[in-house]
């Protein structure tokens, strides 16, 4: 533009008889030239704005939302197991983990904890297959794991490491086996669940490696094989899945129980998610711990020490935020708090801990943590129980009214809406004894109980699986799993009632929200069901409209500015013309001065 202004211009100070109209001339094109300069700046200026906010309105937009359902989503969870203590001596041994990944996968990578150890650990190999049977590996499915390229690798006392990424196709329910040779002695961190749960296999100790030999006869099976060894996370990349859920609490979320075998609703849950399409699907990850508690206690008043494991909300980062590709969390944790805060260790009562407001403090604190780091997190209520005797469990267990108070206020709090949580899930209501007759809604369903009346049985866990719905993490709605026990709702309970509604709910396809109130006089479980998001990002529905709507104002904008643009450069073009052939016109000659008069000679 301005080589053209500069080429088009005439020198002021030459004495041509048009200086003065060529001097306006002038001026007029390079008045239009600056409004060019201006009209193409906003132009640019309008057209990078729309470029920035449409790359920003994209980054908010669920992946779901901005590309193919099967796109792969990088690295997520896929299975995991927390190590809540420290269990045995491992010396020149071979250890074989089973663990079963929820969704299908191309790599995986493999996370160890020497959480419980003081002292380092060595292992001299690792590898990964596929199970065949107990401890037999399917011959030719095992495959090296490294760690930054070396088979060995040392562990530092209370510390994790994740292996290099391992190119193997993984199916959908395929049960690994990550065997461990153990390098020198070693302190063993487990995950202690659960009886008649086969999830470990172990040499005696001196066997040496065995992690290449994929029959499992060299393995010893008079060593317990119900706790996972050193294996806390397996990782996948390459899948259609769309992220993890991590189920976040106790031995109710752990599948404790004299007849679950380890099963819990975390694995009917997963059943649920495995029947839509693999690419709508998400992994359930269970980071429950037995005997865990939400809250930080004084020593030796918990079961830490024994099992229980580090407090949720002092473990929160580790096992649950820390997660690769986790989307949200579900918690279910308190009832041991109040347990334990009345005494059950110690044999008195150890207030405040243990007491409402300091369990609604410590949800407060998981669930500002949560957010913190962009995900969302679900709070399931505290569950109906009821005191055990010897004859019902191995050591008894008083539930006092008391006690019982405290879970109705948590529970009331919980379902205020006043929490801080992105959706309460009212599993107490559903586990109530409501059905076939009964209307006790604060005391356990038997059907659906241990005998020990606090921790749910497969029935049980299957129920509260079915009453997710799968819309709040912005999945389809899952189908139900058939129900294993008859719990008809007892007509005219007021609690029977809600827990229908409950049940519909895990049911029913994404809708617009609602709140569903319900009151009644004849109990003092709290009724009042909280809002529920329809997706996992349907808070941010409005922000996208509002930048969407600030997009096409801009890009008209840019429109209105290039168009102003084209119009003042032929506006320009044709003054120059004008000027050009007003220059060629010939210059009118000069008159003739008549010739020098000579005069004649004198003579």
Avoid at 25 to 35: F, N
Avoid at 489 to 509: D, K
Wanted: aromatic share 6%; proline share 7%; glycine share 10%.
């Amino acid at each position: 533009m301005r080589a053209n202004l500069f080429a088009s211009g005439r020198r002021l100070d030459t004495a041509h008889p048009r200086q003065e109209k060529d001097h306006s001339s002038i001026v007029g094109t390079h008045k239009t030239s600056r409004r060019v300069h201006r009209t193409h700046g906003l132009a640019h200026f309008a057209l990078g704005l729309a470029a920035v906010l449409g790359w920003s309105v994209g980054s908010f937009i669920p992946a779901s939302a901005t590309s193919s359902p099967s796109a792969p989503l990088g690295w997520q969870t896929t299975w995991t197991s927390p190590t809540d203590l420290a269990n045995g001596l491992a010396d020149n041994s071979t250890i074989r983990d089973i663990a079963t990944v929820a969704v299908a996968g191309n790599a995986v990578r493999l996370t160890f904890s020497n959480l419980w150890s003081s002292t380092a650990t060595t292992f001299a190999d690792v590898t990964v297959g596929v199970q065949q049977s107990g401890a037999n590996v399917v011959p030719g499915s095992l495959v090296p794991v490294t760690f930054s390229g070396s088979r060995l690798v040392t562990i530092g006392p209370h510390a994790r490491v994740t292996s290099d990424p391992v190119a193997m196709r993984v199916t959908a329910g395929e049960s690994l086996a990550v065997s461990i040779a153990v390098s020198g002695p070693a302190t063993v961190s487990v995950h202690y669940c659960c009886y008649g749960h086969d999830d470990s296999y172990a040499t005696s100790n001196g066997v040496g490696n065995l992690s290449a030999v994929p029959a499992g006869t060299g393995f010893n099976t008079q060593i317990p094989s119900w706790y996972m060894r050193w294996l806390s996370v397996i990782s996948i990349a390459g899948s259609p899945a769309q992220g993890t859920i991590v189920a976040f609490g106790d031995s109710i979320t752990d599948g404790f129980g004299y007849t679950n075998n380890g099963y819990s609703w975390v694995n009917a849950l997963q059943s649920r998610i495995n029947l839509l399409p693999a690419s709508a699907r998400m992994s359930v990850v269970n980071e429950g711990i037995s005997g865990n508690t939400l809250t930080v206690f004084p020593p030796r008043s918990t079961y830490e020490s024994s099992s229980g494991g580090v407090p949720g909300v002092t473990r929160l980062q580790q096992d649950a935020l820390s997660l690769p590709g986790v989307r949200a969390i579900v918690m279910l944790l308190g009832t041991n708090d109040i347990w334990f805060g009345a005494g059950g260790v110690t044999g008195h009562p150890i207030p405040p801990y243990g007491g409402a407001a300091r369990i609604e403090a410590g949800m407060v604190q998981v669930i500002t943590a949560t957010h913190a780091q962009g995900l969302k997190i679900y709070g399931v209520t505290l569950l109906p129980r009821a005191t055990s005797t010897a004859a019902d469990h191995d050591e008894p267990e008083n539930w006092t009214p008391a006690e019982q108070s405290i879970m109705n206020a948590v529970n009331s709090w919980m379902l205020s809406g006043n929490s801080g949580f992105d959706g309460v899930i009212n599993l107490g209501a559903v586990m109530g004894d409501v059905y076939n007759g009964g209307c006790q809604p604060t005391e356990p369903f038997a059907a659906y109980f241990n005998p020990d009346h606090l921790h749910p049985n497969v029935a049980g866990e299957t129920v509260m699986a079915d009453a997710i719905s799968t819309t709040l993490f912005g999945m389809p709605q899952a189908p139900q799993v058939p129900q294993l026990v008859t719990a008809t709702p007892t007509p005219g309970c007021a609690g029977a009632i809600l827990a229908s509604q409950i049940l519909a709910a895990g049911r029913q396809p994404a809708t617009t929200t609602t709140t569903t109130t319900t009151t009644t006089t004849t109990t003092t479980i709290p009724t009042t069901t909280t809002t529920r998001p329809t997706g996992l990002f349907a808070g941010r529905a409005r922000t996208h409209a509002a930048l969407a709507l600030i997009i096409l104002v801009v890009l008209g904008l840019a429109g209105f500015a290039l168009v102003r643009r084209r119009a003042l450069r032929r506006r320009s073009e044709r003054r120059r013309a004008m000027q050009r052939a007003n220059n060629r016109r010939p210059t009118p000659p000069s008159p003739r001065r008549p010739p020098p008069r000579t005069d004649p000679p004198s003579h």
